[in-house]
């Protein structure tokens, strides 16, 4: 027994997750970046503040003269700044540490410790985070640096001190507020891709429907475009492909229904002359050679067709290759024009031809025979009572122009655009007095296009019909 295939979520639902997971990713940010990462981002901001004021400071003084340091502390950016000379000494007045931004300023042990860390380090200045003994929360950023006189010997310390103000009390504001954003986030959100996959899917669904139906054979469905361009281009796209399999499948019908009387034709007239042969001329030569004659005409009909359709399906599949070079195709409209002189003689077909001597061209010489051989053959089936045909092939300055012309009903502009397609005949009524296999213009259309060659057809509708074609002069 088999197991019913697991259906893929459709596009609804794939929208809303991923909206979901991006709206979490969003959060996920906002509570690292302003929560758990909170603390150290502003410590190494105020790290960077002294480091900078610092490194100026430092630069300022090396560039003047070091005896004119003051040996005070001052506030410079909301940080405590002070010179310390080389034994330590140099601490802030009474009047200062009475100010509450000075109260918690650098012990005299403390301040042992780090000079004696910036001589151990090898380097100009230290910053470091200090902790009070008394309360953790309580710390202080201690930037300490050397300056130097113009011998390169230690004048003095420049001490930054700057507090860490606990971020206790930011953070739980900031919780509470990220709550509501992460509420406001979320809702939006689902909103957003409520209303964006509905609009979305809608059209592609109908899209889906309607492929469906052309799926089970109903060509002229029609698909609608959907407020975005890739949906627009689409249902264009399927719109053209299902005009496109309409004309198709009628030309398959029409094809089946044209190839079946085609073979059904000439099988029948073989199969009844051969019965003739039996049970009539079996004894009369005359009568025998005639019906045999039949089957023979009858066969090379057939043989005919097979052959067209098997050109055509190599043309068409693009397996036929084209070998190019120089020929006279002079000389082969002239040998074109000589295999139907049995029309001529015997039909009463008046052939006018007007053909210049030695005209070379590039091509392939076969098929362009082929090529010249089916647009006379079209002509001589189609053209008018007095059964004229005028052939003309002559230098057109860089190219070579061959038309041949019949005075026929004619064809109408919506017939001109189709009459190269595979057994579409513009006119139901018109006969075809000789053998041919009903693909013969799709024949040409399809070596002239191999050859990049210039052609088509002129034509009104009850004056006749030029087919042409042209090609590049050797």
């Known amino acids: 027994m088999k197991s019913d295939k697991i259906k893929k979520p459709g596009l609804v639902y794939n929208l809303w997750w991923h909206f979901a997971v991006f709206s979490f990713v969003i959060i996920l940010i906002l509570w690292l970046l302003q929560i758990i990462f909170f603390n150290g981002y502003y410590e190494s901001m105020k790290i960077r503040e002294a480091e900078k004021l610092g490194n100026e400071l430092t630069l300022s003084y090396n560039s003047t003269n070091v005896s004119d340091i003051p040996s005070h502390g001052i506030f410079r950016h909301g940080m405590i700044v002070r010179n310390i000379n080389p034994d330590g000494s140099g601490n802030v007045p009474d009047r200062m540490i009475?100010?509450?931004?000075?109260?918690?300023?650098?012990?005299?042990?403390?301040?042992?410790?780090?000079?004696?860390?910036?001589?151990?380090?090898?380097?100009?200045?230290?910053?470091?985070?200090?902790?009070?003994?008394?309360?953790?929360?309580?710390?202080?950023?201690?930037?300490?640096?050397?300056?130097?006189?113009?011998?390169?010997?230690?004048?003095?310390?420049?001490?930054?001190?700057?507090?860490?103000?606990?971020?206790?009390?930011?953070?739980?504001?900031?919780?509470?507020?990220?709550?509501?954003?992460?509420?406001?986030?979320?809702?939006?959100?689902?909103?957003?891709?409520?209303?964006?996959?509905?609009?979305?899917?809608?059209?592609?669904?109908?899209?889906?429907?309607?492929?469906?139906?052309?799926?089970?054979?109903?060509?002229?469905?029609?698909?609608?475009?959907?407020?975005?361009r890739e949906i627009d281009e689409l249902a264009g796209a399927l719109n053209y492909t299902a005009a496109e399999l309409s004309k198709n499948e009628a030309l398959r019908r029409d094809l089946i229904a044209n190839v079946s009387h085609d073979l059904r034709t000439p099988l029948t007239i073989i199969k009844s002359y051969g019965e003739m042969i039996i049970d009539i001329s079996g004894e009369n030569r005359a009568k025998r050679e005639e019906h045999v004659n039949v089957i023979i005409n009858e066969a090379d009909r057939l043989s005919l067709l097979v052959n067209d359709i098997l050109d055509l399906s190599k043309i068409e599949s693009g397996t036929l290759e084209l070998e190019m070079k120089e020929f006279n195709i002079s000389e082969a409209v002239m040998k074109v024009c000589e295999q139907f002189n049995g029309a001529a003689s015997f039909e009463g077909y008046d052939f006018n031809i007007s053909i210049e001597d030695n005209l070379t061209v590039t091509g392939n010489d076969a098929r362009i025979t082929q090529v010249i051989y089916n647009l006379v053959n079209n002509a001589v089936n189609y053209t008018g009572e007095d059964k004229k045909i005028f052939i003309r092939l002559y230098d057109n300055k860089s190219t070579v122009r061959f038309e041949v012309t019949d005075t026929g009903s004619g064809i109408s502009e919506e017939d001109k655009k189709r009459v190269w397609e595979r057994y579409y005949r513009a006119s139901k009524n018109n006969k075809r007095e000789t053998s041919g296999s009903g693909i013969g213009l799709a024949i040409v259309k399809n070596i002239l296009s191999l050859h990049k060659a210039d052609f088509g057809v002129e034509s009104e509708k009850g004056s006749g019909s030029t087919f042409w074609f042209e090609l590049i002069k050797a």
């Not at 151990?120 to 009070?132: A, C, L, P, Q, R």
């Not at 964006?196 to 899917?201: D, E, G, Q």
């Not at 002229?220 to 475009?225: P, S, T």
């Open 98 to 228: 009475n100010e509450p931004r000075m109260r918690g300023h650098l012990e005299k042990r403390n301040l042992d410790i780090y000079i004696d860390k910036l001589n151990k380090s090898g380097k100009n200045h230290i910053v470091e985070i200090m902790t009070d003994d008394f309360r953790e929360t309580n710390k202080n950023i201690v930037y300490l640096s050397k300056i130097t006189d113009e011998k390169g010997k230690l004048h003095s310390y420049i001490l930054i001190q700057t507090p860490l103000t606990p971020t206790d009390a930011t953070v739980r504001v900031l919780k509470s507020q990220l709550i509501i954003v992460s509420l406001i986030i979320v809702l939006i959100s689902i909103l957003i891709s409520f209303f964006l996959a509905r609009n979305l899917s809608r059209p592609i669904i109908k899209i889906k429907d309607a492929s469906l139906k052309m799926s089970s054979g109903d060509f002229k469905v029609r698909f609608e475009e959907g407020g975005y």
